[in-house]
């Protein structure tokens, strides 16, 4: 079945050092989204991208959308104890031809940051 | 955030017993979630509507009952809960313009001994 893979499944920091997540999904994606999920919270929605090699910044985040649509990834810049949380990536689940907002999530990345 | 509370928020309960989780919505869109969250299998649709009385299953939905008698609440049933059922449950909602992106609810946390 359709599956959305991410790795790592954890990631330890020092402040200030940089982060990446990557999501690698089995069949094209027509888009895919990005949420951020704190302890203790729910997910959050943080970005969708559409197209194909698609780069989108929000302050220190860059998020990436691979050109054959099958992957992506979510970069951070310079992590500070606030970006603590783990990171999903999701994207439609294929189900016959109607878009019913249905979305497949990868495991997520559980982020740690070392003051 | 988005208008969406769960109720309760916290519930245990034991093996054997019905169980039933509200998603309450002011939103007013017509589409709704159910997801469970496990550790390692990050978030998994159990059931979804789309408009009242309009329900379908998702991945995990065996065990798992819903309805939909309003736009604004959606309940989940287990109806007889299982030890394998205690999870953490989100529902999450999504206006029919931007369908793919969803705001979630506080979430639930079911413990089923």
């Known amino acids: 079945g359709q599956q959305v893979m991410q790795i790592p499944q954890y990631q330890h920091v020092q402040e200030g050092e940089d982060f990446t997540t990557y999501c690698n999904s089995s069949?094209?994606?027509?888009?895919i989204q990005w949420y951020k999920q704190r302890p203790g919270g729910h997910p959050v929605f943080l970005i969708q991208?559409?197209?194909?090699?698609e780069v989108k910044k929000q302050k220190r985040l860059t998020f990436q959308f691979g050109e054959a649509k099958k992957n992506s990834s979510l970069h951070i810049t310079a992590t500070q104890t606030t970006d603590v949380g783990t990171y999903f990536c999701?994207?439609?689940?294929?189900?016959?031809?109607?878009?019913?907002?249905?979305?497949?999530f990868g495991q997520g990345t559980t982020l740690q940051v070392k003051p | 955030d988005a208008g969406i509370t769960q109720s309760p928020r916290h519930k245990v309960t034991e093996t054997g017993t019905p169980v039933t989780l509200r998603c309450h919505q002011t939103e007013n869109h017509r589409y709704m979630y159910w997801y469970r969250q496990d550790p390692g299998h990050g978030l998994r649709l159990i059931h979804y509507?789309?408009?009242?009385?309009?329900?379908d299953k998702g991945e995990v939905s065996d065990g798992y009952s819903v309805s939909r008698s309003k736009t604004e609440d959606f309940l989940l049933t287990l109806e007889s809960a299982t030890s394998s059922q205690t999870s953490v449950y989100f529902c999450?909602?999504?206006?029919?313009?931007?369908?793919?992106?969803?705001?979630f609810g506080p979430g639930t946390r079911l413990t089923v001994l």
């Open positions: 999701a994207g439609p689940l294929v189900s016959g031809s109607s878009n019913t907002g249905k979305l497949i």
């Open positions: 069949t094209t994606l027509s888009n």
């Open positions: 999450a909602i999504t206006s029919g313009t931007r369908l793919n992106e969803q705001f």
């Open positions: 509507s789309y408009g009242v009385k309009d329900t």
């Open positions: 991208l559409v197209k194909s090699g």
